[in-house]
T-cell receptor, first 113, second 117 residues
């Protein structure tokens, strides 16, 4: 399977704390993206990082990418209860063609008030 | 931002019947649309890619005669699950993209939950 893996599978934290999720993938990539999914809903695009970038910020989100280790991390700072959701990384593989996304297994984040 | 809708949001059907799910891009023209399936507490798995006016490209292991995809216009793609069985029960999500560049964002619909009795 080409599917990437994320860890932890589940993460439970208090409001105000930081949440870090990790993603590992298997093939060479063009880009890596992070998405959020609220329970039973569609996906919301959070951030895209290109293969030649190492770090990217967007608001409270910080994404890093290490292509040598085929891994990425998503950091959410000062978490809020509204951040409770599942988070998925998705890679856009050089071998699979543009725009064909391969999703990781996801991390379920629970932020308690 | 770009909005993608899906209809219906939920559908329950009897085994052996066919179900059609619509995916619409509301405020942009979607060159490419994608269909995914997601089982409970699992990740999304790409089923097929469709480009307007051409046949869909199916992923390995996805039966094209069972999951019929029609991308008739730049704003509408449909997925028909033919002769549905209980194992087809899943959450089906579509996404749409304006262009063909690798950085073109995919906008996801809210999903359709299919339950086959």
């Amino acid at each position: 399977s080409q599917q990437g893996e994320e860890d932890p599978q589940a993460l439970s934290i208090q409001e105000g704390e930081n949440a870090t999720m990790n993603c590992s993938y298997k093939t060479s990539i063009n880009n890596l993206q992070w998405y959020r999914q609220n329970s039973g809903r569609g996906l919301v695009h959070l951030i895209l990082i290109r293969s030649n970038e190492r770090e990217k910020h967007s608001g409270r989100l910080r994404v890093t990418l290490d292509t040598s280790k085929k891994s990425s991390s998503l950091l959410i700072t000062a978490s809020r209860a509204a951040d409770t959701a599942s988070y998925f990384c998705a890679t856009d593989g050089r071998n699979t063609g543009f725009q064909k996304l391969v999703f990781g297994t996801g991390t379920r984040l629970l932020v308690s008030p | 931002g770009a909005v993608v809708s899906q209809h219906p949001s939920r559908v329950i059907c009897k085994s052996g019947t066919s179900v059609k799910i619509e995916c619409r891009s509301l405020d942009f023209q979607a060159t490419t649309m994608f269909w995914y399936r997601q089982f409970p507490k699992q990740s999304l798995m790409l089923m097929a890619t469709s480009n307007e006016g051409s046949k869909a490209t199916y992923e390995q292991g996805v039966e094209k005669d069972k999951f019929l995809i029609n991308h008739a216009s730049l704003t509408l793609s449909t997925l028909t699950v033919t002769s549905a069985h209980p194992e087809d029960s899943s959450f089906y999500i579509c996404s749409a993209s304006e262009g063909l560049a690798d950085t073109d964002t995919q906008y996801f619909g809210p999903g359709t939950r299919l339950t086959v009795l």
